[in-house]
């Protein structure tokens, strides 16, 4: 299994820009969580999906985060219109619903937002 | 704040000596696990220990779960220098599969 896919790796655009991000969960997997990481939050959980229905939003900073999971095998995170305090490292995971399983992480998306 | 909370932030040794990080946590658990994440890659998964163990071991890892206490420790024996790197302990409370990472630990192993 080629694990969570990820893309891009790295973006850098302009205040103002949209930015989206995506996301390919490991195939089988249930559940799809989209994390941010950055030095002064650490890791923060923005949202998770269970077989494709959004579960638990309460972690997206405000209006301008949105996320889809379309089908089983791809979701995105979009953030519209993108600001500097938006620059971060961005995570998918995805695990499987039984036994309480361990969630594989994607390599990341590294955005800057100047 | 965060559910879970490692100790120490970081954590300097010599290859060869253990390495001892610490977790605690506030409310209820199902689940504890231990993920690591080298520099500028994602977190991969080490151990699980769910909410009635004390006690597992993988390898050269060593958790235990104090429940009593809302804590947790991991121990990495014989460490070596490619163990550098950030572990972080992650708690399942009541929202199945949802998981609450502390701040992590650094751990540097020099050789």
């Known amino acids: 299994d080629a694990g969570v896919i990820q893309s891009p790796r790295h973006e850098v655009t302009e205040m103002g820009q949209e930015v989206t991000l995506r996301c390919k969960p490991i195939?089988?997997?249930?559940?799809l969580f989209w994390y941010r990481q950055t030095m002064m939050r650490g890791l923060e959980l923005l949202i998770y999906f269970n077989n494709n229905v959004p579960i638990d939003d309460s972690g997206m900073p405000e209006d301008r985060f949105s996320a889809k999971m379309p089908n089983a095998s791809f979701s995105t995170l979009k953030i519209q219109p993108s600001e500097p305090r938006d620059s971060a490292v961005y995570f998918c995971a995805s695990s499987l619903v039984s036994p309480p399983d361990t969630q594989y992480f994607g390599p990341g998306t590294r955005l800057t937002v100047l | 704040s965060q559910q879970g909370e490692e100790d120490p932030q970081a954590l300097s040794i010599q290859e060869g000596e253990n390495a001892t990080m610490n977790c605690s946590y506030k409310?209820?658990?199902?689940?504890l696990q231990w993920y690591r994440q080298n520099s500028g890659r994602g977190l991969v998964h080490l151990i699980l220990i769910r909410s009635n163990e004390r006690e597992k071991h993988s390898g050269r890892l060593r958790v235990t779960l104090d429940t009593s206490k809302k804590s947790s420790s991991l121990l990495i024996t014989a460490s070596r220098a490619a163990d550098t790197a950030s572990y972080f302990c992650a708690t399942e409370g009541t929202s199945y599969g949802k998981l609450t990472f502390g701040q992590g630990t650094i751990l540097t192993v020099h050789p």
């Open positions: 195939s089988g997997h249930d559940y």
């Open positions: 409310t209820s658990i199902n689940n």
